[in-house]
Structures are given as structure tokens and as C-alpha cells.
């Protein structure tokens, strides 16, 4: 069965030796760097590895057709180089001509993560020049960002609010401990007694006012004058 794989893979190119070659339409160039890419563990690039990657690229375009018109005699290579670079096309059997370059890139994009893990590499040393590498799709969040913009808005007012809160209650303390500071000032100012020549004196009264102790003493016939 290989055989005969490989004998119509060999009819195709000589059949179409026009469409694979270097800057033809809807041509691919690749480079692959293995020894680069695995060192010691680098394998070395042959026709067995040529029909895998062959079989990649059909496999890439049946999957992006989701039919079953693409066989690995459709996919040339050609220009070969020791340094592993080479062109390929892959044709249409129904109308005798290459599919179009929009397709081929577009099914390589999408299959770029597979073909890479069947040769054990990665974007860098299996390159396909004429396609920009294949990146990963961005992680999406399970919480839309619409979401998490407005909790952070949210967030923002309610410690505004609670802030205001918090300094209308310490003002209102400051301002009902004002007068009661006041308050006991005064209270103090009545307990106070001081002494006079040797006799008590009361502090006036600021709030109801008192009779001094220095005149009602006077009147006391133990401090009448001599």
C-alpha cells in the first residue's frame, strides 16, 4: 500500500513538475532547524520524514475542507537543500491546478500546533516563511471585562461614601466635645479656692455668681480693726 502511495506521489510530480518550484503561485517555502531544535537528539530528514510532513499538510487540508478531496500525492515538494528547506504546493485533482494560497495558509494556521508535535518541534524551527507564526488564542476570562471595570468602579465609590461617613462622625464628636470641655473648664474655675492674707477666697461664680468670702469675712468681729 505505501508503495503504491509513493508511486502516485511520484506520478503527481512529474505530472505537474511546473507547479512546485521556487516563488510559483501559491508555493510555500519551509525551513526546519531539528538538530537546532532537539540537539543530540535530532533525527535526520528523509523520504520517510517527507511523506509524514506530506501527510501533515493533507491531513491539515482535509480538516479545513471537512472533506476527504486531499491525498498525499496532492502535496509536492520540491527543492530540496542537505540544510532541510524545501517549496511545496498541494494541487486539486478536479480541476488540474494548485489550490489557492488563501486556503493553504489558512489550513496550515489553523493545524500549526499538530503539525509541529508530529516532528517533535515548534514555530521556530519549523518555519513556514510564507505564514506568520501560529499563536496561541488569548485566554479569555470567565468574568466579561464590562464586569470587573465596573465592581472597580463600584469598589472606588463605596469607599468614597464610607470615607465621608466616617469623617462626618470624628467631626461631630470633635464638635459635641467642644462645649463639654468648656463645660468642665468652668466647673473647675468654681471648685477652685484660693487664699488671701491668710483667708479662704472663693473664685467667682461664672455661672450664677457668689458672694466673695474675703467681704463676708469682714463683717466678723474677730477681723474688725483695731
Known amino acids: 500500500m505505501l508503495g503504491k502511495l509513493l508511486l502516485a506521489s511520484a506520478w503527481v510530480a512529474v505530472a505537474y513538475p511546473e507547479f512546485c518550484k521556487p ?6 517555502k519551509v525551513r526546519i532547524s531539528i538538530k537546532r531544535a532537539l540537539g543530540d537528539n535530532a533525527y535526520t530528514w528523509d523520504a520517510n520524514e517527507e511523506y509524514l510532513f506530506k501527510a501533515m499538510v493533507a491531513f491539515a487540508m482535509r480538516r479545513y475542507f471537512s472533506q476527504e478531496t486531499t491525498q498525499i500525492s496532492n502535496v509536492l515538494l520540491c527543492n530540496v537543500t542537505d540544510r532541510v528547506s524545501f517549496w511545496f504546493v498541494v494541487t486539486d485533482s478536479s480541476t488540474n491546478a494548485t489550490i489557492p494560497r488563501s486556503d493553504v495558509e489558512a489550513a496550515i494556521r489553523k493545524n500549526k500546533n499538530r503539525i509541529n508535535s508530529a516532528f517533535l518541534l515548534n514555530d521556530d524551527a519549523l518555519q513556514f516563511l510564507e505564514i506568520s507564526s ?61 487664699m ?31
Not at 461664672?206 to 480693726?225: H, M, Q
Open 196 to 226: 488671701e492674707n491668710g483667708i479662704p477666697c472663693d473664685s467667682l461664680d461664672l455661672k450664677a455668681g457668689r458672694i466673695n468670702g474675703v467681704y463676708a469675712a469682714a463683717d466678723d468681729e474677730r477681723f474688725t480693726s483695731l
Open 134 to 194: 501560529t499563536l496561541a488564542p488569548p485566554v479569555e476570562g470567565s468574568v466579561p471585562t464590562w464586569l470587573i471595570v465596573f465592581g472597580v468602579v463600584l469598589c472606588i465609590i463605596t469607599v468614597g461614601i464610607a470615607y465621608l461617613i466616617i469623617s462626618g462622625i470624628h467631626q461631630r464628636k470633635r464638635h459635641n466635645k467642644a462645649p463639654e470641655e468648656i463645660e468642665g473648664l468652668e466647673d473647675k474655675c468654681e471648685a477652685t479656692v484660693t
Open 23 to 28: 516563488d510559483a503561485e501559491n508555493a510555500f
